[in-house]
């Protein structure tokens, strides 16, 4: 790299270093911008970035000279598999070096992208791997309509820049990553609790809700006879039939308890009705999904649910030894839900509620009398929906007597 350059080169570098609170697709755009002020000719930028998720495996960042940035997620699947065996970014995960390309002289059967970007018009095509502290495999390529390409110049700033803008990427991708793996594992409001400092032992955090309490009914008997990969797949089928409904209607899944799960939704602060109406929801819209699946025969056999509803205080503590905690959901409310669980399948109903719960709807729930509820010194009033009642037949009017 020329001295004379140095100098815008360096000016580049420190940006890098003091964007801290920019987001990627924003550092992204910028260093494309800065680099082509000073004679880089950078007409396509993309980054490959594992992403640590449940859902996909890494995020494609696009930008393009004149048009912005856009993004893109990568599921897990074969497709995205054979995507990527055929991309140039695996070729440098595999090698470690740059690879440089003059489009006008690279066979198109050389990687799956390269039909596309002589399409489009690029003449020069640089891929380069950013291996990040942890090991992970990402990339970023540039590409150039330029006839004479990336010459000397523009490839010596781009060595003495990338491995700033690596570290750049990383440090932000550290963060989404952390925040992925919280809410996927601990769910969003214990997530937000542990990333605002909520990590000592015996700190414990309350919030009023209406609680929703699902089980399978029968596991053990169901997966007696499945194997452990079998059992899994089950267990996830039944809690997409569950889960989706809890999260359309404003609901977060606090815990997957075995065969079952805990969710909340949070008390909206009026007397509406609104929030224990949304939970009610939820539950029918998953006992319908349920419901679905088993005509279809998604499941080995038929697999029922039992929900438990109830309003009151769900506390969130951290508990355990050492440096080996659980964020975990407690107290006296939660208990109850779980145990009005329990009476579904004794009295064979798929959907049971509190008295609590059922005072906040807008509906008139029948009471099903009081239940003893072990740990519970008091009967507990319990309630189901009140079934649909049945069409009226028409009625039929006497015939008029024939005139005389």
């Known amino acids: 790299m020329p001295l004379s350059i140095l100098p815008k080169a360096v000016g580049i570098r420190d940006w890098l270093l003091a964007s801290t609170e920019l987001p990627q697709t924003q550092l992204l755009a910028g260093f494309a911008e800065r680099l082509n002020e000073i004679g880089v000719p950078i007409d396509r930028l993309t980054t490959a970035i594992d992403a640590l998720h449940s859902e996909y495996s890494g995020i494609g960042r696009f930008w393009r000279k004149g048009e912005g940035s856009s993004h893109l997620l990568f599921p897990y699947g074969p497709e995205t598999d054979a995507i990527y065996e055929r991309s140039p970014f695996a070729h440098v995960h ?6 440089i390309l003059n489009l006008d002289e690279t066979p198109d059967d050389r990687f799956g992208i390269i039909p596309e970007l002589k399409e489009q018009g690029f003449r020069h095509y640089i891929v380069i791997p950013l291996i990040f502290s942890n090991g992970t495999q990402n990339g970023i390529s540039l590409a150039t309509e330029q006839p004479n390409g990336f010459d000397d110049r523009a490839i010596g700033l781009l060595r003495f820049l990338v491995p700033t803008l690596s570290a750049a990427i990383e440090m932000r991708s550290v963060g989404q990553r952390l925040d992925n793996v919280l809410r996927i594992y ?5 997530h937000r609790q542990i990333l605002s400092g909520a990590i000592r032992r015996g700190q414990v955090s309350r919030i009023r809700s209406a609680i929703l309490f699902a089980d399978m009914r029968s596991y053990t008997r169901i997966t ?19 889960v989706p409904p809890i999260e359309a209607e404003g609901g977060e899944v606090l815990k997957y308890l075995g065969d079952g799960l805990l969710a909340i939704f949070r008390d909206r602060g009026d007397d509406t009705g609104g929030t224990a109406q949304s939970a009610l929801n939820a539950a029918i819209d998953g006992l319908v999904k349920l419901e679905q699946a088993n005509q279809a025969q998604v499941f ?52 049971l509620m509190s008295r609590q719960f059922a005072d906040h709807l807008w509906g008139d729930p029948e009471p099903l009398g009081d239940h003893s509820l072990p740990g519970f010194e008091q009967p507990v ?18 015939p008029e007597p024939a005139a005389a």
């Open 381 to 398: 009033s319990i309630y189901r929906l009140r079934p649909a009642a049945p069409p009226s037949e028409p009625r039929i009017e006497d």
């Open 186 to 190: 601990v769910g969003d409001e214990p």
């Open 94 to 99: 595999r090698t470690g070096e740059w690879l």
């Open 224 to 242: 007696s006879a499945l194997t452990p990969e079998a059992a899994v797949e089950l267990l996830n089928t039944f809690f997409d039939c569950l």
């Open 300 to 351: 080995p056999q038929l697999i029922k649910a039992g929900i438990a509803l109830h309003y009151g205080e769900a506390a969130y503590g951290n508990v355990g030894s050492g440096s080996r905690l659980d964020f975990t959901v407690i107290g006296r409310d939660v208990n109850l839900a779980s145990r009005i669980a329990q009476l579904n399948k004794a009295l064979g109903e798929p959907l």
